[in-house]
């Protein structure tokens, strides 16, 4: 006997009426977007395993061991996408967009990363997020940061601090790379191993561990803030002001880093007290040199990304998810007869546009039909049997009230129903 056919591990599948809330929240985030003056950009789910070596960081934990790479029939490397930053860059290189000036994108869709799966993290997980590239100034990083807090405050999710950073730039980090070695090396062999491996290749990394052990050291390690060069200094109170402009509050933290190479100056992170150990909703931040990592010109940018998955969970565990609004209309059929004289009605209905119409095709009573309806979460049902038939009537029936209204059946019927509203 074949065996039991599932969705791969780490995972799932998305179908009604879960899809209405992907839905939704997709909808929303597309408006935000477009208010905030930013495009979509779609890219190709797979790219050279090259752009991810050199955009991301050889020593990124998504390079060394989290990355899903295939030769294809040609011999080339190819990577499915694990994270966006990298791709919208490569596109806008490549197809001349930052000849025409600052670019302000938004991405929505999937990413592939080899990990343990846990709450609200997947193998396969969707992403949303923005890149506004272009811009030096501070005010830019505000604007992002500025738009993620906006989605948060759309959904009331509570129990919400941002995080706010500054890990500096090329000028005056590695006086600060070499001071964590010299902080972090007396004490190596105590370290948990992924920090005795980080503490070489990218001391940073450390400062952004987990692990019990490393705790303690992580905690009395010198601060960056100390080792900010004037310009980097001035960026980060620039920053500060334009989210004080914009009515965003933030807790600088000296720990918040970012797992990418490419992140210079500002990071962040969104943290909601509502969802465990997995709290981070949204992180992001300035990533002034990636595109000349990528062989373009200096491109100054500065981006985030969020979970959909976890953004679902979060709105979930605050209990602010909305249950699904009724709409449309469940057209029922009592018997053959009334089958086929409502088929021209349900098809003027559809083409109508006014909202989704259902039809079941089966031969059921009455009551097994609403409870179609319900599942269905229509509005409205039409119902037509014999009787109504032989009276030349239909019955409208409100699924919220459960009342009652019978409309004349025939080529007047679509205009009488006029535009079914909820």
């Known amino acids: 006997m074949p065996s039991k056919l599932a969705a791969p591990r780490g995972t799932q599948d998305i179908f009604p009426p879960q899809t209405g809330r992907w839905q939704e929240l997709e909808a929303r985030i597309a408006a935000l977007a477009r208010r905030y003056g930013y495009g979509e950009i779609r890219t190709p789910i797979f790219e050279s395993t090259d752009l991810f070596v050199r955009g991301v960081g050889e020593t990124s934990d998504i390079v060394e061991k989290e990355m899903y790479t295939f030769t294809d029939k040609g011999g080339r490397s190819m990577t499915l996408r694990p994270e ?146 004037t310009d980097c200094r001035a960026h980060f109170e620039g920053v500060k002001l334009a989210l004080e402009a914009a009515g965003v509050p933030y807790t600088v933290d000296a720990r918040i880093v970012r797992g990418l190479d490419y992140y210079t100056r500002t990071v962040f992170e969104f943290i909601s007290d509502a969802l465990g150990a997995q709290n981070t909703l949204c992180a992001g931040g300035r990533y002034d040199q990636l595109v000349g990592s990528l062989g373009g010109p200096d491109v100054p940018a500065v981006g985030f990304a969020l979970g959909l998955e976890r953004f679902l969970w979060a709105i979930e565990s605050a209990g602010t998810s909305e249950e699904a609004r009724r709409e449309g209309v469940q057209a029922i059929a009592i018997g053959s007869q009334a089958l086929q004289a409502l088929l021209p009605l349900v098809t003027g209905l559809r083409r109508k546009g006014a909202g989704p119409v259902f039809i079941d095709y089966g031969d059921r009573k009455l009551l097994a039909q609403l409870k179609i309806a319900d599942r269905n979460n229509a509005r409205y049902a039409l119902i037509l049997g014999e009787n109504e038939l032989a009276a030349g009537s239909i019955v409208l029936r409100d699924l919220v009230t459960r009342t009652d209204r019978p409309l004349p059946f025939g080529k007047d019927t679509l205009e009488a129903l006029g535009e079914l509203k909820g």
């Open 84 to 229: 966006w930053t990298a791709p919208v860059m490569r596109a806008a290189l490549q197809h001349g967009l930052f000849t025409q000036g600052p670019q302000r994108l938004y991405y929505l869709g999937p990413i592939f990363r080899y990990e343990r799966p846990q709450a609200g993290r997947y193998r396969q997980s969707h992403q949303f997020g923005i890149e506004c590239a272009g811009y030096a100034e501070p005010q830019a990083d505000a604007e992002v940061i500025s738009l993620a807090w906006d989605l948060l405050q759309e959904y009331a999710i509570g129990g919400v601090t941002l995080y706010l950073n500054s890990i500096g730039d090329k000028t005056c980090r590695p006086k600060y790379r070499d001071a964590l070695r010299a902080h972090f090396a007396p004490h190596r062999e105590s370290l948990s191993a992924d920090s005795q491996r980080r503490l070489e290749r990218n001391p940073l990394r450390v400062l952004d561990s987990k692990a019990p052990e490393d705790q303690a050291l992580v905690a009395s390690a010198p601060r960056l803030e100390s080792f900010l060069c």
